[in-house]
């Protein structure tokens, strides 16, 4: 009894931080706080990251996490990619992600930590968002299944102190086979292209 009644007291506080994790960035999009990731310096690390979606991945399905508003879809030509599905934590952000939807574009609102996306993807996309989650290893081992046996895993990080040890994390359960690093007045961006280690 003692036992039950703590498991459902984790498993409340798990609910509360979980929603307060979506109230935080759907206050962040709706004051305005990530406007500036339309601004022009941005463009550059976008821009690296659909040049490695074409060349790798050329008409592909494509899952993007953290997809925000739909910033990397639009640098896209329709026939860049077969399917995308963009997913956010945000509604807020979704919902204006949703104008650029289309038969074969999606956009859903979800946490990356429990989404079950429907199908195998060529690509699944991290603009700026794999530094969301606590465990990295298990967010990519998690995400390899959902991904088609020649699929990629494309991750672009904007260097800070902490930019290394998320690199190294990634390193344990992908390998680099291709990147772009770009550099402007406001960052330095590293996106890398990364096969899966398979483990079975
Ligand atoms: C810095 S923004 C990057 C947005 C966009 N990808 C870009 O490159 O401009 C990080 C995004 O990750 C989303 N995000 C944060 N935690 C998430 C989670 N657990 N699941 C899904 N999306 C998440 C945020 O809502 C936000 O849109």
Redesign the pocket.
């Known amino acids: 009894m003692k036992n039950l009644s703590f498991k459902l007291i984790l498993l409340w506080f798990r609910g509360r931080i979980l929603r307060n ?1 979506a109230a935080l ?1 759907n206050y962040q999009y709706a004051v305005g706080r ?1 406007e500036k ?1 339309k601004a022009s310096p ?1 463009e550059a690390r ?1 821009e690296a990251t659909a040049h490695l979606l074409r060349r790798h991945v050329p008409a592909g399905r494509v899952l993007e ?4 508003e739909a ?2 879809q639009q640098r896209l030509r329709p026939e860049d990619y077969r399917e995308w599905l963009g ?4 509604e807020v ?1 979704i919902q204006r992600a949703q104008a650029f939807a289309g038969p074969n574009v999606r956009y859903l609102a ?4 429990t989404l079950d996306p429907d199908g195998k993807f060529d690509a699944i996309v991290f ?3 794999i530094y ?2 606590p465990d990295r290893v298990k967010l990519l081992r998690r995400y390899t299944h959902f991904l088609s046996p020649a699929g990629l895993f494309i991750v ?1 990080i904007c260097r800070s102190k902490r930019g290394p040890q998320y690199w190294s994390e990634i390193h344990q359960v992908t390998a680099m086979i291709d990147a772009i690093t770009t550099t402007n007045e406001r960052g330095i961006w590293d996106c890398e292209v990364l096969r899966p280690m398979r483990t079975e």
């Open positions: 994790r960035w990530w990731l941005e976008l996490i953290g997809c925000g910033l990397l997913v956010d934590i945000s952000a979800a946490d990356m930590e603009t700026e968002s969301a989650v672009s």
